[in-house]
């Protein structure tokens, strides 16, 4: 008989989440950092810089998370609840 396998919470959260936009999501939150006068740490530098590099997260998407950002800490979370 086989037991039961339960998934946990981040393991549903990763199967729905693209890897880009969450990689969008992090850029996005060092722009809005830069942008409010705050330093930078050397871990920020260090994944700017991998996140520079990386492919798949472009400019547009980085955009469009920084207006997820702050549309979610104006309005609040949209009428399908979310995440932060």
Request: aromatic share 6%; charged share 30%; no cysteine.
């Amino acid at each position: 008989m086989q037991s039961m396998k339960t998934i946990s919470g981040t393991d549903l959260l990763e199967r729905r989440i693209d890897p880009y936009w969450r990689k969008a999501r992090i850029a996005a939150r060092l722009v809005l950092k830069k942008e409010a006068g705050l330093p930078w740490s050397a871990r920020d530098r260090r994944i700017a810089v991998l996140l520079a590099d990386d492919p798949g997260v472009t400019d547009r998407l980085i955009d469009q998370a920084v207006s997820s950002l702050t549309a979610r800490r104006k309005y609040g979370p949209g009428i399908m609840g979310g995440f932060r």
